[in-house]
């Protein structure tokens, strides 16, 4: 399976972006799907979980209320749909097929996924 990410950009704090994830394959439909982003120097950070129907998502505390996860299942593209961005979502943003840990907010490693994409860049700035 492949994933491309695509939507990052420069945006200024207070602003909004929508990040999209093409998955190629016939089992997007039947997956849930996670986002996760890696700022500059730091670890691994779980964004947020969408099951395999779309009805159900999950978040990290400091992204509830300001970033949403959906998806298309007809289009195979997961979205994230961020508002309220802070200098501090600054990071590359990638779209994961989770293995574990679906839905808790818990540290994650790559290891935790099957397969991500290449990634978008994000970056919040005046």
């Known amino acids: 399976v492949q994933l491309v990410e695509s939507g990052g950009g420069l945006v200024q704090p207070g602003g909004s972006l929508r990040l999209s994830c093409v998955v190629s394959?016939?089992?997007?439909?039947?997956?849930?799907m996670s986002w996760v982003r890696q700022a500059p120097g730091k670890g691994l950070e779980w964004v947020g979980d969408i099951n395999s129907g779309g009805g159900v998502t999950y978040y990290a505390d400091s992204m509830k209320g300001r970033f949403t996860i959906s998806r298309d299942n007809a289009k195979n593209t997961l979205y994230l749909q961020m508002n309220s961005l802070k200098p501090e979502d600054t990071a590359v943003y990638y779209c994961a097929t989770p293995i574990r840990y679906f839905g808790l907010p818990r540290r994650r490693q790559w290891a935790d996924f099957g397969s991500w994409g290449q990634g978008t860049q994000v970056t919040v700035s005046s």
């Open positions: 394959g016939d089992t997007f439909s039947n997956v849930g």
